[in-house]
């Protein structure tokens, strides 16, 4: 690892000002991704600022259906909270299924969404659960905040603070494990509210996480496993690498699409 | 160089560190505290697995930096005098280890799993909750046994048999 420097703001203010003075700094969450990836020397930020010690970014609220949670909030924090159990099933099981629990304890909701790694989890139930992720400048919603590989409309001096989002009647998610690295090769998140179903599918995508219309379309008349039998998904717009051929994805996304909605709840 | 202060099993203690220092180099390196050991590069296997305020965390991916202001443990604080901590006389017992090199991240993974769930552990769990932590040799059962035994799950020990 390349020689840092580590800073402890308690605001987002001042976050965002010490990383507007640095060289090449950046924000440290969790730290599960970004350190990893400076150990391997992938990155190299002249600076770590740490949001860790935020409080405003701090804390899950539920009010009714309404749910908010902070950007600093851990993986931990989620599995462990009855309330996000009670109103959101999927998001609960997915906060469970991730990493491990020395992972989950350190790695944040923020952190997970502003890296937007294509095997990540949240990505799949932000896009799933139309949520809005909240930042130090603005308001985005979750299908225009992540644009592609690693990437997002966030600029370097700008915070995840929160994210929100309307729970819905009923949600699931499941995920397809590569054996190694315990990363989704294919995760699909569904919501259903009314007639209305969102499918959120990471992990498979060669542009990373996306919705998936034509299984929202046929979940929204027919909200059972077989609705999405009969449907394929293009190879073409799916990834291929040494873990998996695209076509086996494309056939992966089905399969966990199909489980998703078999152990909604 | 900026200085940290921390406690560490009990004792407070402060070093110098650079920016870049992580936990697990400033416990085996500054403070002599060999037990954590470092198996990987990529945060997956837990040989490094330590306790930061009451939560098993993986030093390797931690700063010392971030750290500082904490109360840390680690395997040589477990023990009571004289006395192995009950999730190591457990190991023992059910000959949960062979080289011993994840033995550490093991132990301090599983107190870890126990203080969550209580006696209410089943084996699945267990298995799911360890999975943080690689073993090269004993090929986990007897880990899990020992795991199940230390919490004091009588039934579900005998099942795992
Ligand atoms: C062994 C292991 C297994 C894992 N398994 C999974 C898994 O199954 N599924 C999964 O989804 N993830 C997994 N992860 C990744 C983990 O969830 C990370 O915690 C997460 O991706 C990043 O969150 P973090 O808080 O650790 O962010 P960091 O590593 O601190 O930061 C990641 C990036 O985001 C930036 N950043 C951090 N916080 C913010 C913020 N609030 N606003 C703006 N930018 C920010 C940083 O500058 C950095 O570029 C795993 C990690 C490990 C080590
Ligand atoms: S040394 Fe920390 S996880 Fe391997
Ligand atoms: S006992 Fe040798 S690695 Fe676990």
């Known amino acids: 690892m390349y020689e840092t420097n580590y ?10 000002s010490l990383v507007g003075s640095t060289e090449s700094g950046k924000f440290l969450s969790g730290g599960m991704s970004l350190l990893p990836a400076m150990k391997q020397r992938l990155a190299a930020p002249s600076d770590l600022v740490d949001l860790r010690h935020v409080e405003e970014m701090k804390g899950i ?3 009714g259906r309404e749910v908010r949670i902070g950007g600093a909030v851990t993986h931990f924090e989620i599995k ?3 309330e996000i159990k009670s109103v959101c ?6 906060a469970s299924v991730l990493g491990d629990p020395q992972v989950r304890y350190m790695g944040t909701i923020g952190g997970s969404v502003a890296n937007n790694d294509p095997a990540a989890d949240y990505p799949a139930a932000m896009i799933a659960l139309d949520a809005t992720i909240h930042t130090s400048k603005r308001a985005v919603k979750a299908s225009e905040f992540f644009v ?4 997002t409309v966030l600029d370097d001096d700008e915070i995840v603070t929160a994210v929100s989002f309307t729970a819905p009647e009923i949600s699931g998610y499941e995920k397809f494990r590569n054996p190694a690295s315990r990363y989704a090769m294919c995760g699909v998140f569904v919501a259903k509210t009314g007639s209305t179903v969102r499918v959120g599918v990471t992990g498979a995508g060669a542009d990373g996480v996306f919705h998936w219309d034509e299984a929202a379309q046929a979940l929204s008349a027919n909200f059972a496993p077989d609705a999405v039998a009969n449907l394929s998904v293009d190879p073409g717009g799916m990834l291929s690498d040494l873990h998996g051929s695209s076509e086996y994805r494309a056939n992966l996304v089905k399969v966990m699409a199909k489980r998703a909605v078999a152990s909604a709840k | 160089m900026t200085k940290v202060a921390m406690k560490v099993n009990g004792r407070q203690v402060s070093g110098e560190v650079e920016g870049r220092t992580l936990l697990v180099h400033f416990l085996r390196e500054n403070l002599g505290l060999t037990g954590t050991h470092v198996g990987c590069d990529t945060t997956q296997c837990g040989a490094c697995t330590i306790h930061m305020n009451g939560q098993a965390v993986k030093a390797c991916t931690i700063l010392a930096a971030q750290a500082e202001g904490t109360d840390i443990v680690t395997i040589e604080g477990i023990a009571t005098g004289g006395e192995l901590h009950p999730m190591q006389a457990a190991f023992k017992q059910h000959h949960g280890l062979q080289c011993g090199f994840c033995t550490p991240g093991m132990i301090m993974a599983s107190i870890d799993i126990v203080n969550r769930h209580g006696s209410d552990l089943d084996e699945q769990t267990v298995r799911h909750e360890l999975e943080g932590n690689i073993c090269r040799c004993t090929g986990y059962h007897n880990i899990v046994k020992a795991v199940l035994a230390a919490a004091g799950a009588q039934e579900q020990r005998q099942a795992a048999e």
Do not use: I, Q
């Open chain 1, 80 to 82: 462990n909270s009855d």
């Open chain 1, 148 to 151: 592609g590989l690693l990437e």
């Open chain 1, 61 to 63: 609220t539920v009010n």
């Open chain 1, 89 to 94: 099933y999927g998001l609960h099981h997915m």
């Open chain 1, 7 to 16: 800073h402890r703001p308690s605001s987002v203010e001042e976050a965002v």
